[in-house]
């Protein structure tokens, strides 16, 4: 196989996500999670191509079914969360004024950026020039957003909870 051709994706799904901030003009982008290789996860929302190590995408995954918890909790003021586990990113419950909890969960990741992509590999504790922040929010009204120092995307509780999902899914296939 030459370097330009593809491997066939070994997981792939699809789905249109709510702009969260602008869903009353009904704004959606695609996103995609796939899997070609054992040791990384794709994840393409709109025309942005992230990929992520094994373990970032699976931390992401578990912050993101945090996220959606909180959020679900609020439909009946209780606080739902995780079962208790050691977390790569540093993770805040908080309640503000309206009794409403929030969720947030950040971290500084080591990256790899090329023109079409970027890659974050591993955790870091110590700032240098090769990394990105990555957060994890709820929102107002029920939504989650998605922050990179270069852009952020924000969804539905829905489409959180899916691509955590599908973020597993594709960790799971060798």
């Not at 070609?36 to 992230?50: A, F, Y």
């Not at 959606?68 to 009946?76: H, I």
């Not at 890659?119 to 029920?142: A, H, Q, R």
């Not at 924000?154 to 999902?165: I, N």
Request: with cysteine.
């Amino acid at each position: 196989m030459s370097k330009t051709e593809m491997q066939p994706a070994v997981f792939f799904a699809e789905r249109e996500f709510t702009c969260w901030r602008e869903r009353e003009c009904k704004d959606v982008y695609p996103c995609q999670v796939s899997r070609q290789g054992s040791d990384s996860v794709r994840l393409k929302l709109d025309d942005v191509s992230i990929r992520f190590s094994k373990g970032v995408a699976q931390e992401i995954a578990h912050c993101l079914k945090d996220a959606f918890l909180v959020n679900l909790g609020n439909q009946v003021n209780v606080l739902f969360t995780s079962k208790k586990r050691k977390s790569k990113l540093e993770r805040k419950f908080h309640k503000d004024v309206s009794g409403r909890w929030n969720y947030m969960a950040d971290g500084r990741f080591k990256c790899q950026q090329t023109e079409n992509e970027i890659y974050f590999s591993k955790l870091v504790k110590i700032p240098g020039d090769t990394m990105e922040e990555l957060g994890i929010y709820t929102v107002e009204d029920g939504g989650v957003e998605l922050v990179f120092d270069f852009m952020c995307y924000s969804f539905s509780m829905q489409d959180a909870f899916w691509l955590a999902e599908s973020l597993m899914d594709a960790n799971r296939y060798e």
